[in-house]
């Protein structure tokens, strides 16, 4: 028989949602034979079916009690909109129901139907399938308020649009025509949506339990979604002979007047008024639970008070300083009148930290300390799941491994990167960067050994630094192909092929323009498990892609979806964002790291709300994609600030532990942070001007724990002193100027043999520009300048497999540079070339010094000219006097003694061939400069004096670093351009500051 009254209780915040629950269940439903087996419990997420597991568990342990056969545990909803809900209902239905369409087979149905909507005007298939993704989140939020699409084209709507800005008034009749058309397919399938389905099933077990009670009792507990459908459940649940309502953190001491200013939240006033006004304080953390009670038919004075209370429960003063932080507006001016012992917040202290890090630390701090306590619970929460990563990190420096339940987006797993790996690297057509990302991921060997596997990536990577090569596999096979030549092995190419054989399918799938989803889905499993082989679906991301992979093949197969293969990367992100991978079980047994959503019931000793900014906790209120927020409102929909009250309501059920402590960071990545809106109202409630309430000690020990114990010396200018035979090195002919301007320089490459590497799809550098020049005019002079020059420079360029981007902005200015080469030498009957690229060498006090002449010439009075090719502005001839230039004089000093094989007689031309730009060339690129001091110039070096002056600072350099114990300083001469390839090695910023302020002084 149905009861008259309803039986619906509210357990105060201060005492601990699910240890209360479970300590006034037991003694209420628990009997010696059957225990609590015969009881029903809905609870609203699986997440809170864990956690009231847990407590009864404590309970039992606390009481001694060996076991007891546990309620049967039901999750029914939650307060997010979870398109998963209707799943978890079915055994409440019965087979009458049509059936649910699959999430994922919707989302593509709608992407299909933007198409043909939208036409042209959406060009990228990503922006669809994320329009796609926003509309079904808007039509699930009007399913779950019981929204029709007819409700769309009424009145209270159709009178807002004059008033509506004119893109929402667009997106309003797009999305009711996608609408229409949706249920069309709907009754074409015979299918309905999951939240339509949902709502069925709440109303048939609401009609089936109010006709024909049943015999067993029913507990709904924590259960704050306020859907109609829900509500309606909850109404029947209460009025059962055996059923029973629980609700967490209702205020039932909260004045009525102050309740009545929440606003009317889902019961309009008047006669055609609104259910939401836009007074109502929809942020406030009590009016989620009054439009709860609203849908119910349940007034606030037949609500008892729930007065078990569980083992963590806080202070029960707590209860009314948390109705009191959160009073609305008007209502908090009585905070002026409060008591001391009423505004105080015992047992709650707030942390700021300078930055993310610091807090990071600092928490991690506090819960190292808590831990010190035998048995006492740690609980962290936050909304900002980069700073709960970075706090288990830092948990981790005392083997606290603190797991965060809410899981990690799969798209940043081991096994979802691969698989955006592998997109990346179809989409770009092999390009470097995700190429050697992919064969570099922890989970790929091939196969074979993962020692040898890196080798060969590393191997490759190398060959790749650089401008980025043609698009595809061959190019790359091309390179590889030479470089085992040089190497006189195969074993690269082995290697190759093995990756080839892994992405052989998917590159020819991508040769279509546009792919089935489907079939791409099926490649790159085929493409991962020979990369990775069962590894890739080993550990709980594997299984989660393995799930994601699979119903998404399935589904796109149905409503055959194709998409270009370059957005593919963002689709499969976009999708497997929204996926969690939550850790298994194995992480401290005391210790827990919750999202908001995964906190709600849970209750520790110790409850650290972290992230407390605003924007952050709570989070910024998002509009709707497609609907505006006063059509939401005539609709009877809750506008966007209403996730604001849930956040609240999280943090007043967090305040209710015996121990608080609320932190947040002054500066986030962006700048200064402002402080959440909930925690100025505990600061102002508090009014601590003391500091009494702060806890200021953890970041300070966090500051100091890798602060050094003392000031560490201010690093100096580097000047290595290596022994004789570390000295005793070659010099090449373009390394004697580092030597003398940078010596440090010449230490770091010439001695440690430390060498710079070009950045994976760099930029054309003018040395990668100017060894292509060089091979290009090598082999033109080479084969007697014959050929067209041009033609070399192109059969030259299509070797070097380079990007055709690359090349096409390049080559132009190339070319002209090559043909003013080419016109020079064939108008020049006086000059012969002798040699291109020829290396040479001579020893000079017991020190060999070589290098390679780009040319030498034979003049016409039997003299020999040095050509230098240059790609950018040759050396001034001020540079050569200093002695910062002097290639061309070593080179004509090798050619004196003979250090060319074939090739005598004495130098007297030294030039310079710029490819430079240049007014005065046929070409309009091309000039020749000479550092000798010549005709009209007015700097350089007299040609007489040209190689004298040249040997002297070869032999005073040698003299001072290859055989003497000068000091290799770094910087020595500021007047030497230098490079920068090792001012990170030199610690160029911590000592040339000083350096120069000191020179000041």
């Known amino acids: ?78 307060i997010e909109l979870d398109e998963a809900l209707g799943h978890l209902l079915d055994p409440l239905g019965s ?68 008033d509506l800005a004119q893109h929402w008034t667009d997106s309003l009749r797009m999305f009711a025509r996608i609408q229409f058309r949706w249920r069309a397919k709907l009754e074409e399938w015979g299918r309905v949506d999951l939240a339509t389905r949902r709502n069925a099933l709440f109303a048939k077990a609401s009609e089936r339990w109010s006709r024909n009670p049943p015999h067993f009792p029913i507990v709904a507990a924590g259960i704050t979604s306020a859907s109609p459908g829900i509500a309606r459940l909850l109404r029947t649940i209460a009025f059962l002979p055996q059923g029973s309502v629980i609700l967490p953190d209702l205020d039932l001491a909260m004045p009525d007047d102050v309740w009545d200013e929440l606003g009317s939240a889902g019961a309009p006033t008047a006669d055609g008024s609104t259910p939401f006004s836009r007074d109502d304080a929809v942020t406030h953390p009590q009016y989620h639970l009054k439009l709860l009670l609203n849908r119910m038919g349940v007034a606030r004075g037949e609500v008892r008070p729930w007065h078990r209370k569980g083992d963590m429960a806080g202070p029960p003063a707590r209860s009314h300083a948390i109705s009191s932080l959160f009073l609305p507006p008007k209502a908090s001016r009585i905070w002026a009148q409060l008591p001391p012992e009423k505004r105080r917040l015992a047992g709650i202290r707030i942390m700021e930290s300078a930055n993310p890090e610091g807090e990071a630390q600092a928490v991690a701090l506090l819960v190292r300390e808590a831990l010190e306590t035998p048995a006492k619970q740690i609980a962290v929460v936050t909304p900002d799941r980069n700073l709960a990563a970075r706090i288990a990190e830092h948990c981790l420096r005392w083997n606290i491994v603190a797991e965060d339940s809410a899981g990690k987006p799969l798209s940043i797993t081991a096994a979802g990167r691969l698989v955006l790996l592998l997109a990346e690297t179809v989409a770009e057509n092999a390009a470097p960067v995700p190429l050697v990302s992919l064969f570099s991921h922890p989970l790929v060997d091939g196969g074979g050994d993962r020692g040898i596997w890196l080798r060969r990536v590393r191997e490759l990577e190398l060959l790749l630094r650089g401008p980025r090569p043609e698009g595809g596999l061959r190019p790359i096979e091309a390179m590889l192909t030479e470089f085992a030549r040089k190497r006189k092995s195969d074993e690269p190419l082995g290697w190759w092929q093995v990756c080839c054989d892994a992405l052989e399918n998917l590159f020819a799938l991508a040769e279509r323009e546009r792919i089935p989803i489907a079939e791409c889905c099926e490649v790159m499993i085929e493409a991962g498990e020979k990369l990775c082989g069962e590894r890739l679906w080993a550990r709980e991301d594997g299984r989660a892609l393995s799930q994601f992979l699979d119903d998404l093949r399935r589904h796109a197969w149905e409503a055959g979806t194709i998409v270009a293969i370059s957005d593919l990367p963002a689709i499969l992100s976009d999708a497997m964002e929204r996926i969690a991978v939550r850790p298994p079980y194995g992480g401290h047994s005391r210790v827990a790291i919750y999202g908001l959503l995964e906190s709600r019931m849970a209750r520790a000793d110790v409850m650290i709300c972290a992230g407390l900014n605003e924007g952050t906790w709570p989070a910024g209120a998002t509009m709707d994609a497609n609907l505006a927020a006063p059509v939401l409102r005539a609709l009877g929909v809750p506008g966007p600030d209403y996730r604001i009250g849930l956040s609240a309501h999280d ?53 100091r724990l890798d602060a050094p114990t003392e000031a560490l010396p201010a690093y100096e200018r580097p000047a290595p002193r290596p022994s004789p035979a570390q000295r005793d090195v070659p010099i090449t002919v373009t390394a004697l100027d580092r030597l003398r301007g940078d010596p440090y320089q010449f230490y770091a490459s010439s001695i440690l043999q430390l060498r710079s590497l070009d950045a994976l799809d760099a930029a054309a550098t003018p040395a990668w520009q100017g060894n292509i020049a060089h091979d290009i005019l090598q082999k033109w002079h080479e084969e007697g300048q014959r050929r067209d020059i041009v033609e070399v420079a192109d059969e030259v360029l299509e070797a070097t497999h380079t990007g055709a981007l690359t090349i096409a902005l390049w080559r132009p200015r190339l070319i002209d540079a090559l043909r003013w080469i080419a016109l020079s030498l064939e108008g020049d009957d006086v000059r012969t070339v002798l040699a291109v690229e020829r290396k040479g060498e001579m020893i000079v006090d017991d020190v060999r010094i070589y290098g390679r002449a780009d040319r030498i010439d034979r003049m016409g009075d039997g003299t020999l000219g040095i050509v230098d090719y240059k790609t950018g502005k040759p050396p001034s001839a001020a540079m050569v006097e200093k002695g910062f230039a002097l290639q061309l004089g070593l080179l004509g000093l090798i050619a004196r003694q003979g250090g060319f094989e074939d090739i005598s007689g004495e130098p007297e031309c030294f030039e310079y061939w710029s490819l430079g730009k ?49 000091a290799f300083t770094a910087r020595l001469n500021p007047d030497y351009p230098a490079y920068n390839d090792y001012d990170q090695l030199m610690r160029l910023d911590e000592w040339l500051p000083r350096l120069a302020e000191e020179e000041t002084e």
Request: proline content about 6%; aromatic content about 4%; overall charge negative.
């Open 95 to 162: 087979d009458d129901l049509l059936p649910a369409v699959d999430p994922m087979r919707r989302w593509l149905t709608l992407t299909d139907l933007i198409a043909e909507e939208w036409g042209e005007d959406i060009r990228s298939d990503a922006a669809r399938l994320r329009m796609a993704r926003d509309m079904a989140a808007t039509m699930d939020r009007l399913l779950i308020e019981e929204v029709a699409p007819d409700d769309l084209l009424g009145e209270p709507v159709l009178d807002l649009l004059g």
């Open 651 to 703: 943090l007043a059920s967090a305040l209710g532990a015996p121990e608080v402590v609320l932190s947040r960071a002054r500066r986030d990545e962006s700048g200064p942070a402002i402080a959440s809106r909930f925690l100025l109202r505990v600061e102002a409630l508090i009014n601590d001007p003391e500091g009494a309430a702060k806890e200021a000690r953890m970041p300070e020990l966090a500051r």
């Open 1 to 78: 028989m149905i009861k008259s009254h309803p039986d619906v209780y509210s357990v105060a915040a201060h005492r601990g949602f699910a240890d209360a629950l479970v300590a006034g269940l037991v003694p209420r439903y628990a009997d010696d034979i059957s225990g609590m087996a015969n009881l029903t419990l809905l609870l609203p997420s699986g997440r809170a079916k864990r956690t009231v597991g847990e407590a009864f568990v404590r309970l039992l342990d606390q009481n001694d009690r060996r076991g007891m056969l546990l309620p049967r545990m039901a999750v029914i909803g939650d």
């Open 918 to 966: 240049s007014a005065k060339s046929e070409t309009g690129f091309g000039y020749v400069e000479t550092p000798l001091k010549v005709d009209r110039k007015r700097s350089g070096i007299a040609p007489d004096d040209f190689l004298p002056v040249t040997e002297g600072f070869l032999r005073g350099a040698i003299a001072d670093w290859i055989k003497g114990d000068a």
